[in-house]
């Protein structure tokens, strides 16, 4: 068969009108599936459950007020780790050049992931003594992903996790200095601040800004044979 | 030769040294590709901030900075060590290998604990470099005693513990997500598990983030006029000597090759772990805490640690010298100028101190979490009579600064010396309430202050009543070598308490 000779799909494939406007969103519903997919996005939302659950359990117990504060924080850090680590690519390179819609998908699949994680630690707090409250969970939660975007596109998807964890070892320390000084008061170790501090939650979105853009624009940085 | 002299001898010599060469040629592989390297930089960071920056904040105190380091030591590498483990421990699934390594010469065990042990070594060479520089830094600060390597043993055997458990981790579930999870399970086990202390008999003691009474914070008087109790240190390094066995040993047991003998060693490997982990936890929970304010452990107590430390105290040049534990030499000028004026006050008075020497502190435990500190023994001793105190730092609370310390000095200290020697207390005399209060106006002091512990109680927690303060005035406007002369004079009576008011001048 030669080029000349090989059918031509779209006057075969489209009978009616009705049919090519069905078409697009169909498959954009399946474009979006299959990314989903290859990012383990399914995983990491019940990655993300089973840290809203075992904040949950956590809370049911009676803590200190040091523990309750860092409490919430080990379990956003987990989310954002979880988070961080669904941009890595198993397609690499062949993804990257063909792929139109991708810096959309990205971005798709991470604000859906830290809304589904933001959610869910939410409803994990509800009726429960949650330090902070959901500014503070929104606040640090927010600014770990940033975070864990931050270290995809510098270190790779599969090593993302190494910024909300370090920052988690932060953010602990920098409570922690609350009661043992030298206090730590700068706004960029935010959990360390108090929920309506300004200064901490305009630190946090820059870097989730900072950070969605990045993973939005160039993805993370995966080797094709990882 | 025979036949049985000469091959026979030397075809084990080469086996071995071929086995050794390839096992130190794997190393060396595993070395050089370890995700544990690229994390040190994050490990060594985290380090600064928990650990060395806090030290760095703390006195030039050996025992300070040890019990810090080792805390902020464990947090600082836990995350990234059971990261890059679990990392590590997923690599052949991750990389699809699994089948391919499956049939090269070297069996599953011997990859794995290559594996590990490249990531320990990793691990514990950052971890070494972060307290050789602590501890050098400390070196050319402190002002006397030496490196409490028990703190940083403890530290080191733990890194160990927290790799086996992140690589099992990562070779049972080889997923993206088990990376994350095990750095976080280790962070959460480790900073969460001591909510659990109550009291010292807590068997959660054996986190490695405790070194001594728990949520009393760093303690200067602890290990500096006794030596450091080891003994809950050598249960946590046997806890962790025994979990990394148990969960190696697990990891070599299921499926694989390598003969019946294997299985038996890991089984062996395994219970021997679990007995030597749940032995330390046993004796943990047998701890108690001791008058000098560390966890004694019976069975692993050494009674030769209970003896006090020998040293030659470093004193002022003043006229009552002020004495310090050579540890707190930094201390010496700034407790030397918050004593001074109290001290000139009472100089060649008949009764007065030939000496303020720092003393030990006594430790015992109260409700729960709870430990009280109080000097041990009487506050003055000996002929001629030397007053005993102890530094504000001694005491249980946050840390404080040089200057901080001075002033919570003089405010403790400097009535407590003036009431002993006026005889000054809730009973005495009017005249003496007097005289007590014009020594204190003259020498800059507060008329109402916190006793020091296990020294005389403060004269009056309330406004004097109106002559004795008018005495007071009267006795602190006289020139001071007039008040003195007429103390020298008086004192003997006005301690007997038979000056009254109207016979002060």
């Known amino acids: ?124 707090g509800t009726g429960a003594h949650l330090a902070g409250g959901t500014l503070d969970v929104l606040r640090n939660l927010a600014g770990m992903t940033g975070i864990g975007l931050l270290c995809a596109a510098a270190l790779g998807g599969r090593l993302a996790w190494a910024g909300p964890t370090a920052y988690l070892v932060v953010g602990v320390y920098g409570l922690q200095t609350q009661w043992h000084p030298p206090a730590l008061t700068t706004p960029w170790i935010w959990p360390a601040r108090p929920p309506h501090d300004l200064g901490a939650a305009i630190c946090a979105a820059l870097v989730f800004t900072i950070g969605m853009a990045v993973i939005t624009a160039r993805g993370a940085r995966d080797p094709a044979g990882e | 030769m025979t036949a049985v002299r000469a091959p026979a001898a030397a075809r084990p010599v080469h086996a071995t040294r071929g086995h050794l060469r390839a096992a130190a040629r794997l190393l060396r592989l595993e070395l050089r590709r370890n995700a544990m390297a690229w994390m040190l930089p994050v490990a060594a960071g985290l380090f600064w901030l928990t650990a060395y920056h806090k030290a760095m904040a703390a006195p030039p105190l050996w025992n300070l900075r040890a019990t810090s380091m080792q805390k902020g030591a464990l947090v600082a590498f836990a995350c990234p060590v059971a990261g890059a483990a679990a990392w590590m421990g997923s690599r052949e699934a991750r990389r699809h290998t699994t089948d391919l390594v499956t049939i090269t010469a070297r069996p599953r065990w011997a990859r794995l604990l290559t594996t590990w042990a490249a990531t320990t070594c990793w691990a514990m060479m950052g971890y070494l470099g972060c307290v050789a520089v602590l501890y050098g830094v400390t070196a050319q600060q402190a002002t006397w005693g030496g490196p409490l390597w028990w703190p940083a043993a403890v530290a080191a055997a733990g890194l160990p513990a927290l790799s086996a458990l992140g690589f099992a981790a990562g070779t049972l579930i080889p997923s993206r997500f088990t990376a994350p999870g095990a750095a976080i399970a280790a962070f959460f086990a480790l900073a969460l598990s001591t909510v659990l202390i109550h009291g010292s008999q807590s068997y959660w003691q054996i986190s490695p983030l405790v070194t001594g009474p728990w949520d009393i914070g760093p303690d200067a008087g602890v290990a500096t006029f006794y030596p450091y109790l080891p003994d809950l240190s050598i249960a946590q390094m046997m806890f962790f000597a025994g979990l990394t066995i148990a969960v190696l040993g697990a990891l070599l047991l299921p499926n694989g090759p390598g003969g019946g003998w294997l299985r038996a060693a890991a089984a062996t490997a395994t219970a021997a772990g679990l007995l030597a982990a749940g032995t330390a936890v046993a004796l943990a929970g047998t701890g108690k805490l001791d008058a000098h304010g560390m966890i004694a452990i ?50 060649g008075l008949p009764g007065a101190p030939a000496r303020i020497s720092q003393a030990a502190a006594t430790y015992q435990q109260g409700i729960g979490n709870s430990v009280r500190a109080s000097l041990a023994g009487p506050s003055i001793s000996g002929t001629p009579p ?81 002559p004795v303060r008018s005495a007071a005035q009267r006795f602190t406007a006289l020139p001071a070598s007039a008040r003195h002369a007429w103390l020298v004079h008086h004192l003997a009576a006005l301690r007997a308490g038979r000056i009254t008011l109207a016979q002060l001048p």
């Open chain 1, 1 to 124: 068969m030669t080029a000349g000779t090989a059918p031509t799909v779209p006057t075969t494939a489209a009978p009616g009108r009705k049919a090519q406007l069905a078409w697009p969103p169909r498959a954009g519903i399946r474009l979006l599936r299959l990314h989903a997919a290859s990012r383990r996005a399914p995983a990491a939302i019940a990655a993300i459950a089973a840290c809203a659950i075992g904040l949950r359990i956590a809370l049911l117990g009676h803590w200190n007020t040091y523990g309750a504060l860092q409490l919430p924080l080990v379990f956003e850090a987990g989310a954002a780790a979880a988070i961080a680590v669904t941009t890595a690519s198993p397609l690499g390179e062949p993804e990257r050049l063909t792929g139109r819609w991708l810096p959309f998908l990205r971005l798709a699949t991470a604000l859906a992931l830290t809304a589904a994680a933001a959610g869910a630690l939410t409803a994990a």
């Open chain 2, 298 to 347: 019976p069975a692993l107590h050494d009674a030769v640690n209970d003896r006090p430390v020998h040293y030659t105290p470093v004193c002022s040049g003043t006229t009552i010298p002020v004495c310090l534990n050579p540890a707190y030499t930094s201390y010496l000028p700034a407790a030397t100028a918050a004593l001074a004026p109290v001290l000139n006050e009472i100089a």
């Open chain 2, 386 to 466: 030397v007053l005993r105190l102890l530094l504000p730092d001694q005491l249980l609370g946050p840390g404080m600064t040089t200057s901080a310390l001075a002033t919570a000095l003089r405010a403790s200290a400097g009535p407590a010396i003036v009431a002993g020697v006026t005889g000054d207390s809730p009973g005495a005399s009017p005249a003496q309430h007097a005289v007590a209060a014009a020594l204190r106006m003259s020498a800059g002091l507060p008329q109402s202050s916190p006793s020091a512990p296990g020294m005389q109680p403060p004269t009056a927690t309330g406004p004097l009543p109106i």
